[in-house]
């Protein structure tokens, strides 16, 4: 699986919308980008995933370059319980039995 | 919504004692995978399954076994708890026939071995 980058921390004021970068350079073409997050002490959130085109559910948005190099996670209207871990993990569609990479991830603040 | 439900939030054991992790998912998922997490280690996968009494080890089955009875429910068990079991337990679910393994989390065991 291709290796993703993050800042180690972010920001975000309550209200306001938190956009988090992650770069994944080496991604493949049958790779997707995942986005995670993990609120202390519980287990992983699903946000969203997508291959090429740009996504959008309750949670968020994904927005990935027209090279897939690199992909931000938009979070439109941060709360004080949008706090947490973020992952991006870059991986190909079926693995069965692949361990679920998780890197240190972005941890966000948002701040009232 | 999916939801995987674990059985404990928090856990206690003796050394030498045997655990029971349950997880149960009612999103009628055929794939169920158990982790643990440890800071510094991320995620390590140790069993999984993608069928009724189907299993497979994953990156560390050492002292971990599994049962996966009914679709919806896959049990972890630590035969003999040792304090490096220390950790917590995550379990996850996911559809079978998918374009992408999309995994759902359950809320996680904290288990303390003494």
């Known amino acids: 699986d291709a290796k993703t980058t993050q800042p180690t921390s972010m920001d975000c004021a309550e209200g306001r919308a938190a956009n988090l970068p992650c770069n994944h350079s080496t991604i493949s073409g049958n790779e997707y980008v995942y986005w995670y997050r993990q609120i202390h002490s519980q287990g992983p959130q699903y946000i969203i995933h997508g291959l090429k085109n740009n996504e959008t559910n309750e949670m968020a948005s994904l927005i990935i370059t027209e090279d897939r190099k690199s992909s931000t996670l938009i979070l439109p209207h941060a709360t004080l319980r949008d706090t947490a871990v973020y992952y991006c993990i870059v991986r190909v569609g079926v693995v069965y039995g692949q361990n679920f990479v998780f890197g240190p991830g972005t941890r966000l603040s948002v701040l009232p | 919504d999916v939801k995987v439900t674990q059985s404990s939030r928090y856990l206690v054991k003796r050394t030498g004692e045997k655990v029971f992790l349950e997880c149960v998912q009612d999103m009628d998922h055929e794939n169920m995978f158990w982790y643990r997490q440890d800071p510094g280690l991320g995620l390590r996968l140790i069993y999984f399954s993608y069928d009724v009494k189907m299993k497979e080890k994953g990156d560390i089955p050492e002292g971990y076994s599994v049962s996966r009875e009914k679709k919806e429910r896959f049990s972890l068990i630590l035969e003999s708890a040792s304090t490096n079991q220390t950790s917590m337990y995550l379990c996850?679910?996911?559809?079978?026939?998918?374009?992408?393994?999309?995994?759902?989390f359950g809320p996680g065991t904290r288990l303390t071995v003494l």
């Open positions: 996850a679910s996911s559809p079978a026939g998918a374009d992408t393994d999309t995994q759902y």
